[in-house]
């Protein structure tokens, strides 16, 4: 079975840091787009960041950009996302994804079950 699995979410104060792992199983997953989406209570689930299938391209929500960093390990079925400066408003449930491109939510394949990032003020 096809499943992707997220690590690392918590509770954390502002300015804090947070790195949240994806580790993917089923198949291969070599031949994906991978990123992150995340979504806040009442509203919509919106993209955070994104990583090429080749791991050499990087995309991200200008709401993050300069503050988390998508990686993705040798092994292409694990992803990462390194988040520093946290927020109160980057508090939401993540979720991990893979696709044909990780930056639009209407070409992922395959969801995670969601990790929940909670940042105080």
């Known amino acids: 079975q096809v499943q992707l699995v997220e690590s690392g979410g918590g509770l954390v104060q502002a300015g804090d840091s947070l790195s949240l792992s994806c580790a993917a199983s089923?198949?291969?997953?070599?031949?994906?787009?991978m990123g992150w989406f995340r979504q806040a209570p009442g509203k919509e689930r919106e993209f955070v960041a994104g990583?090429?299938?080749?791991?050499?391209?990087?995309h991200y929500a200008d709401s993050v950009k300069g503050r988390f960093t998508i990686s993705g390990a040798n092994a292409k079925n694990t992803v990462y996302l390194q988040m520093n400066n946290l927020k109160p408003e980057d508090t939401a449930v993540y979720y991990c994804?893979?696709?044909?491109?990780?930056?639009?939510?209407?070409?992922?394949?395959?969801w995670g079950q969601g990790i929940q990032v909670t940042v105080s003020s």
């Open positions: 994804a893979a696709g044909d491109a990780a930056t639009t939510s209407t070409r992922i394949r395959y």
């Open positions: 089923g198949r291969t997953f070599d031949s994906f787009a």
């Open positions: 990583i090429s299938w080749s791991r050499t391209f990087t």
